[in-house]
C-alpha cells in the first residue's frame, strides 16, 4: 500500500512538476515542497498505524522505523544528488524538504549532524547531535509542564 501511494503521489507530482515548471521558483518551490509534505505526512500516519496494529503499542516501533528509514532515505538521495545530479531541481525539494521533511525531521537532523561532522566542525557537531536530543526531550517536558500549570 505505502509503495502505491507513493507511486501514485509521485506521477501525480511529476504531471504538477510539469504544470508549474514555468512559473517563478518563488513560488514553484513552495507548491512542489507542499506536495512533498502531504505524500511524507500520510505516509507517516499510514505506517504508523500500521505498525501499532502489527507490533503493539509496548513501543513506539513505528516512529523508530520512520527515523531510521527517513535517515536511510536521506542519506542515499543526498548522495545520488550529490555525487550523480541525476535528479531535477524541482524533484531535491520535493523529495529532501517535503517528502523526507514531512515524513520525519530526523533524517535532517541526521543530515546535519553528518555535514557538521564531515566538514571538520566536530564538536560542534557532537554538540548538535546530543544537544538536539537532550534539549529536545528536556523542551517537551518543559511544554508538559507548562500546559499543567495553565490546566
Sequence with gaps: M???LLRYCLQGC???L???TPVDPSIRVPVVISFGAI????SR???TIFCTRWLGTGFPFGTFLINLSGALAMGFFVTLVTTRGIVSPDWQPLIAVGF???Y?????YALDTSVLL???HKSLGLYYWLGSACLGFLSLELGRILARRIL
Design 104 to 108: 520525519t525531521t530526523f533524517s535532517t
Design 39 to 42: 505524500a511524507g505526512a500520510l
Design 2 to 4: 505505502l509503495t502505491y
Design 118 to 120: 564531515q566538514s571538520g
Design 18 to 20: 510539469g504544470l508549474v
Design 45 to 47: 500516519y499510514y505506517l
Design 14 to 16: 511529476h504531471q504538477i
Design 100 to 102: 523526507l521533511g514531512s
